[in-house]
């Protein structure tokens, strides 16, 4: 079984501009759940999509959103991007979510000058 | 306030050398506690999943055990292979179905 898979990699954005991550979860997982891992703070989480609704958040500021696709598959954004928001991000994939097992990606690698 | 601790920050073992390597939470509720590991530039990779207290796995080298406040993750004569960050989660109590971690304890076996 495929595990689960993250793009892009790598990403070097400026201040002020946006991106969007993607996560593919493992075949059949319905929860995604998205983290910010940073020296400091360390693994934070971010929100959790299960079929297609945001089921719960974390202590971030709207700058970040997701969604999550009929397929499961899931999208990350951050809006008016801030030094701070250099971090790893990591998309993990659970079959239901609560008391389930998370399988994580590799992350992606999100640099802001 | 919930909170996830792990200790020690830094564990320096000679291949060989038994240890174990702490995660102590304040949760109402546990639903479950997870062990991962990390490798530099990596995203963590499962080890075990403990469910009530009184819990032991084990896998190779590595056997975790649960009770109600604390887990251990036991190392086994550790070989060079087995360096990484070693991360512990906790889900339950006010967090829902989200994971909360700990700060990892960094282990380096040297041969």
């Known amino acids: 079984k495929a595990g689960v898979t993250q793009t892009p990699r790598y990403l070097i954005k400026t201040r002020g501009q946006q991106v969007t991550l993607s996560c593919s979860p493992i075949s059949g997982h319905r929860s995604v759940s998205w983290y910010q891992q940073t020296p400091g703070q360390g693994l934070q989480f971010l929100f959790e999509y299960f079929s297609e609704t945001q089921r719960n958040k974390g202590n971030f500021p709207g700058r970040f959103s997701g969604r999550q696709f009929s397929n499961s598959r899931s999208e990350m954004n951050v809006s008016t991007l801030e030094l701070g928001d250099s971090a790893l991000y990591l998309c993990?994939?659970?079959?239901?979510?609560?008391?389930?097992?998370?399988?994580f990606g590799p992350g992606t690698r999100l640099t802001v000058l | 306030e919930d909170q996830v601790t792990q200790s020690p920050e830094a564990l320096r073992l000679q291949e060989g050398e038994s240890s174990s390597l702490n995660c102590s939470y304040t949760?109402?509720?546990?639903?479950?506690l997870f062990w991962y590991r990390q490798d530099p530039g990596k995203g963590p990779e499962f080890l075990f999943t403990l469910y009530s207290a009184g819990e032991e796995k084990e896998k190779e080298r590595l056997k975790a055990t649960l009770t109600k406040k604390e887990s251990f993750l036991h190392i086994t004569a550790p070989k060079p292979e087995d360096s990484a960050t070693y991360l512990c989660a906790v889900q339950g109590g006010e967090y829902g179905n989200k994971l909360v971690f700990g700060a990892g304890t960094i282990l380096r076996v040297k041969s």
């Open positions: 993990a994939s659970s079959l239901d979510g609560i008391g389930d097992t998370q399988y």
């Open positions: 949760v109402s509720g546990l639903r479950g």
